[in-house]
């Protein structure tokens, strides 16, 4: 998901990602933070809210730990909900 300075602010400040300034003040993200900031940016578009997301976010960022399943589990049910909202 391509992400907008606004969404990636946006993140940070509801603690879901972290960066750190620059001497010149500019906002500096580990290759972790993007990966994972896009994974949320994913969620997103899939009709999660940042408040849902922050109750698993923790393992977003940890790959290998079962979350894949439990996050595809939760997909499938927003999806649905979705689904059911249009139809």
Do not use: C, W
Not at 7 to 27: K, T
Not at 56 to 76: H, K, M, Q, V, Y
């Amino acid at each position: 998901a391509h992400l907008s300075v606004h969404q990636v602010r946006r993140y940070e400040r509801e603690g879901l990602i972290a960066g750190r300034r620059s001497a010149n003040g500019r906002r500096h993200y580990e290759p972790e933070m993007a990966t994972l900031a896009r994974r949320i940016g994913h969620l997103v578009d899939l009709g999660f809210s940042v408040g849902e997301i922050r109750t698993f976010s923790d393992r977003l960022s940890t790959p290998g730990n079962g979350a894949e399943a439990a996050d595809a589990e939760r997909r499938r049910r927003q999806l649905a909900k979705i689904d059911a909202a249009i139809h």
